[in-house]
C-alpha cells in the first residue's frame, strides 16, 4: 500500500522567515513519482513539482526547493524567504503505477 | 487553455436526491479520476478511468457510480444523496503510459464542485 504522511498539521511563521514542510512515504513500487501541490484559499489545486524516484537531484525554484532523499524516504519542500502569498495548504502525493495518494496537508500560514 | 472543467460549481441538494458532477478535459488525457476532499483532509480516491470505457474504484467508492464514454468526459453520479456526501469534488486529468519514465505527467485539477447535502 502507499502512504503519504506530512506530520505538520498547522505552520505559521513570520514573513521573510524560511519554512520547512515534511513530507515521508511509502511505497513497494520501484519506479514511482512525487509531487507537491498548492492550495490557497481560493480552494484550486496548484502543481509546484513532480520528482521521479531514480532521480535524487535536489531542485530549486526560486525561492521554493525540494530536497528528495530515498534512503529516508522523505521529499521536502522549503520556502525561503516566505511571504503572505505563500499562506496556503501544502499536499505531497505520491504515484506509482496507481493513482495519486495524498498526504493530509501543512497548513501554511505567513504573517506580515 | 480550458484544462479540465467542472461543472457546476456549487451544489446544495435535499437527502435522497440524485445528481451528476460534470468534468470534461481538452487535453486527450487518458487517466481521468475523482477526488473528494472534506474539511481539513487531503483528497482520497473515489473512482478513476484509465481510457474509455474503463473505471475502476478507489479509496472511497461507495454511493457513487461513473462512466467514461469518451476520452474527454468523466461524469460522477450520486444516485442517493446523504450527509456523508457534503464535500469538494475535484476531477482530475493525467497522461500516463507505462515504461515512458517521462509519462504520468501532473495531474490537472478541475477548479472543484462545493457540493451540500442537507
Known amino acids: 500500500a502507499q502512504k503519504v504522511t506530512q506530520a505538520q498539521t498547522e505552520i505559521s511563521v513570520v514573513e521573510k522567515e524560511d519554512v520547512t514542510l515534511d513530507c515521508v512515504y511509502e511505497?513497494?513500487?520501484?519506479?514511482?513519482?512525487l509531487f507537491w501541490y498548492k492550495q490557497p484559499p481560493s480552494g484550486e489545486l496548484v502543481f509546484l513539482i513532480r520528482?521521479?524516484?531514480?532521480?535524487?537531484q535536489n531542485e530549486i525554484s526560486g525561492r521554493y526547493s525540494w530536497n528528495f532523499q530515498k534512503s529516508t524516504s522523505s521529499f521536502n519542500f522549503t520556502i525561503t524567504a516566505s511571504q503572505v502569498v505563500d499562506s496556503a495548504v501544502y499536499f505531497c502525493?505520491?504515484?506509482?503505477?496507481?493513482?495519486?495518494?495524498f498526504g493530509k496537508g501543512t497548513r501554511l500560514s505567513v504573517i506580515a | 487553455n480550458a484544462g479540465v472543467t467542472q461543472t457546476p460549481k456549487f451544489r446544495i441538494l435535499k437527502i435522497g436526491q440524485s445528481m451528476t458532477l460534470q468534468c470534461a478535459q481538452d487535453?486527450?488525457?487518458?487517466?481521468m479520476y475523482w477526488y473528494r476532499q472534506d474539511p481539513g483532509m487531503g483528497l482520497k480516491l473515489i473512482y478513476y478511468?484509465?481510457?474509455?470505457?474503463?473505471?475502476d474504484k478507489g479509496e472511497v467508492p461507495n454511493g457513487y457510480n461513473v462512466s467514461r464514454s469518451t476520452t474527454e468526459d468523466f461524469p460522477l453520479r450520486l444516485e442517493l444523496a446523504a450527509p456523508s456526501q457534503t464535500s469538494v469534488y475535484f476531477c482530475?486529468?493525467?497522461?500516463?503510459?507505462?515504461?515512458?519514465?517521462?509519462?504520468?505527467?501532473?495531474?490537472?485539477f478541475g477548479d472543484g464542485t462545493r457540493l451540500s447535502i442537507l
Open positions: 482530475a486529468s493525467s497522461y500516463f503510459q507505462n515504461r515512458d519514465r517521462n509519462s504520468n505527467q501532473p495531474q490537472h
Open positions: 511505497t513497494r513500487d520501484t519506479t514511482y513519482y
Open positions: 520528482r521521479n524516484s531514480f532521480d535524487e
Open positions: 502525493a505520491l504515484s506509482g503505477n496507481t493513482p495519486l495518494v
Open positions: 487535453m486527450n488525457h487518458n487517466y
Open positions: 478511468s484509465v481510457g474509455a470505457g474503463i473505471t
